[in-house]
């Protein structure tokens, strides 16, 4: 059973930086790829990380490319994404998920497993 846990949410201001972090537990973290998804009430949740298996591959949707920073550690079954320069428009529940094999995609099928997923919240 694959068990995704966020933490690191909260309220901040805008341009506040905020560190997101998920461990996976379950399966073999480091044989998957990985990304962080955001959803924002009566709107479709959409991807805006992803991460290669081995961390050398990152891919970032437009609305947080130069602001956000996907990462991880193997050896701590744990992906992060830094937010630096919040907006309003970031608040959202943000989830990380593991996709279905090594792929790094912004591409919502292809991940496999979700993570309850925790709020952040950018005042004005």
């Known amino acids: 059973q694959v068990r995704l846990v966020e933490s690191g949410g909260g309220l901040v201001q805008a341009g506040d930086s905020l560190v997101l972090s998920c461990e996976a537990s379950g399966r073999i973290f480091e044989d998957q790829g990985m990304g962080w998804f955001r959803q924002t009430p009566g709107k479709e949740r959409e991807v805006i990380a992803a991460?290669?298996?081995?961390?050398?591959?990152?891919v970032y949707a437009d609305s947080v490319k130069g602001r956000f920073t996907i990462s991880r550690d193997n050896a701590k079954s744990t992906v992060y994404l830094q937010m630096s320069s919040l907006k309003p428009e970031d608040t959202a529940v943000y989830s990380c998920a593991m996709a279905r094999g090594p792929y790094t995609t912004l591409v919502a099928r292809a991940y496999e497993y979700w993570g309850q997923g925790t709020q952040v919240t950018v005042s004005s």
């Open positions: 991460i290669s298996w081995n961390g050398l591959i990152t």
